[in-house]
């Protein structure tokens, strides 16, 4: 059964961390694309990150600076890394694993950044 299971999500203040991760199962995550999605409400969902099996990786503008994806493929896990979090970084972040015609999704992890 495939599944990718996202947890790190919380409350946290600005300027605050947070490290998501996202294990993925049922699949060889070695050859996927991994990335982090948001959706905060009234939103449509936006690409935040992602990372290529050969470790390339892209950013939006609004995170780079901020953010750090990576992988672990032998821990079959993926990382979202989160510094300097802003208000505006509040929302559901998802986990996505994609190959060709092959595309998963997780069940999302809420992030809230407030004082």
């Known amino acids: 059964q495939v599944q990718l299971v996202e947890s790190g999500g919380g409350l946290v203040q600005p300027g605050g961390s947070l490290r998501l991760s996202c294990a993925a199962s049922?699949?060889?995550?070695?050859?996927?694309?991994l990335s982090w999605y948001r959706q905060a409400p009234g939103k449509e969902r936006e690409l935040v990150a992602r990372i290529t099996s050969g470790f390339i990786t892209t950013y939006s503008d609004s995170v780079q600076g901020r953010f750090t994806i990576s992988r672990d493929n032998a821990k079959k896990t993926g990382y979202l890394q989160m510094n300097s979090l802003k208000p505006e970084d509040t929302a559901v972040y998802y986990c996505?694993?994609?190959?060709?015609?092959?595309?998963?999704w997780g069940q999302g992890t809420q992030v809230t950044v407030s004082s």
């Open positions: 049922g699949f060889t995550v070695t050859f996927y694309t």
């Open positions: 996505n694993a994609a190959r060709l015609s092959a595309d998963y």
